[in-house]
Nanobody, 120 residues
Framework: QVQVVESGGGLVQPGGSLRLSCVAS????????MNWYRQAPGKQRELVAG???????TYTDSVKGRFTISRDNAKNTVYLQMNSLKPEDTAVYLC??????????????WGQGTLVTVSS
């Protein structure tokens, strides 16, 4: 069993910053990719940022230059630093972890999500 828990969401004014955290725990052998998705009301879920086991990163165009993803492998934790937030960034942010356990060679685990609201 692997669990993923996000934290750090909240209400912030336009132009403000938030830092999201996501911790994976359980019978983890390896963690491959760690990703942040978001889903706004009435919209499809989209990949916001991802970080691979070698440290390489990917971002959706709308957040490039404003968001930074990082990970602490010792703590099985991924972060998303969000700066210059805009109202259109409002969404539930979900953490996705690609991992392996003693039972499964590859497993994707999702967290419950954390709500980010950008509003004045």
């Amino acid at each position: 069993q692997v669990q993923v828990v996000e934290s750090g969401g909240g209400l912030v004014q336009p132009g403000g910053s938030l830092r999201l955290s996501c911790v994976a725990s359980g019978n983890i052998i390896n963690i491959y990719g760690m990703n942040w998705y978001r889903q706004a009301p009435g919209k499809q879920r989209e990949l916001v940022a991802g970080i691979f086991s070698d440290g390489s990163t990917t971002y959706t165009d709308s957040v490039k230059g404003r968001f930074t993803i990082s990970r602490d492998n010792a703590k099985n934790t991924v972060y998303l630093q969000m700066n210059s937030l805009k109202p259109e960034d409002t969404a539930v942010y979900l953490c996705n972890v690609e991992t392996s356990t003693q039972i499964q060679r590859y497993l994707e685990v999702w967290g419950q999500g954390t709500l980010v609201t950008v509003s004045s």
